[in-house]
């Protein structure tokens, strides 16, 4: 018999701070794919800088497992270092795992520069003289592409996929916990997530 999926356990609360939004930009769901129940889901978050990697798995997982699910995270589970596909398909096999939520992020900032400024006042001959001090802005938009597979079938089948953006995030934290609520939400009223 397969061990179960231990919960992922992490210190992190759900609350999200108000100047985070994530909002989904493209959804696509399988016509064909029925519905039916999820118990134990697999999550998996794929990116160039490994340090973000675990926030993200557990932010999601935590959002799974506050809904009922059980939820296991690659970086809970498996050594650190490269991503081992075979590894984790071998995982997802032996533990029954009815899901996997794959996860691609990307970092955008963009910067915003408004430049000092001196206004005269009164024409040509004197008068008033206004100074303003210039700005720089910087606004970080986190952009996650997400699929989400059918562990039950052979070959594992995308069900569901979809682009987000997540903006004003304060850190990795943040935005992994805004992220992580909004796909929960539409995989849920999508019918992907199923009790």
Do not use: H
């Amino acid at each position: 018999m397969p061990r179960p999926i231990r919960a992922v356990a992490i210190a992190a609360t759900l609350a999200l701070t108000g100047c985070v939004s994530t909002s989904l930009v493209q959804v696509w769901r399988d016509p064909d794919y029925r519905s039916r129940p999820v118990k134990r889901i697999f999550c998996v978050a794929m990116m160039p800088n490994q340090q973000f990697q675990g926030p993200f798995e557990d932010a999601m997982a935590q959002a799974l497992i506050a809904k009922g699910f059980q939820a296991a995270t690659t970086t809970g589970v498996m050594p650190p270092g490269k991503y081992d596909p075979v590894a984790i398909q071998e995982y997802v096999r032996k533990n029954d795992v009815d899901l996997v939520i794959q996860q691609r992020l990307r970092k955008e900032t963009k910067t915003e520069v408004v430049p000092a400024s001196v206004t005269y006042g009164g024409g040509w001959y004197g008068g008033g003289v206004a100074y303003t001090s210039g700005s720089i802005t910087n606004e970080t938009t986190v952009i996650a592409e997400t699929g989400v597979f059918d562990a039950r079938t052979e070959p594992n089948s995308l069900v569901w996929s979809g682009s987000s953006s997540t903006f004003e995030a304060q850190g990795a934290a943040d935005a992994a916990r805004s992220l992580a609520s909004a796909l929960v939400a539409d995989l849920m009223k999508a019918g992907i997530l199923v009790k």
